[in-house]
């Protein structure tokens, strides 16, 4: 029954901003690490942050670190990922993951076991 929805994606010109969320049912959220992962078409699948359950500490790919931020509203049952200075580059579908927080801190290799089915981002002009 774990299920997790992403929403917020859409068409954004280069420079704009999105704000995804990614939506827990079926369980507490705060206990999850939880992921951002991107796959445009034709491309590996991409880490792009990750946020521990506590929301202690977060990792970021280089290609968005200082663009992105992760976060996430535990009492909600919702995590965030505030996409800023949009770039084409940036085009994929993303997908929000989950995983026990047995750790105090998350890692972007790491097999996630829980997925949404995504929602697609595209840059344009």
């Known amino acids: 029954q774990l299920q997790l929805v992403e929403s917020g994606g859409g068409l954004v010109q280069p420079g704009g901003s999105l704000r995804l969320s990614c939506a827990a049912s079926?369980?507490?959220?705060?206990?999850?690490?939880i992921a951002w992962f991107r796959q445009a078409p034709g491309k590996e699948r991409e880490g792009v942050s990750c946020?521990?359950?506590?929301?202690?500490?977060?990792i970021y790919a280089m290609s968005v670190k200082d663009r992105f931020t992760i976060s996430r509203d535990n009492a909600n049952n919702t995590v965030y990922l505030q996409m800023n200075s949009l770039e084409p580059e940036d085009t994929a579908v993303y997908y929000c993951?989950?995983?026990?927080?047995?750790?105090?801190?998350?890692?972007?290799?790491?097999?996630?076991?829980?997925w949404g089915q995504g929602t697609q981002v595209t840059v344009s002009s």
């Open positions: 946020i521990t359950s506590r929301g202690g500490s977060t």
């Open positions: 993951a989950a995983n026990l927080g047995v750790f105090r801190d998350c890692q972007l290799s790491w097999t996630y076991a829980h």
């Open positions: 079926g369980f507490t959220l705060r206990y999850y690490v």
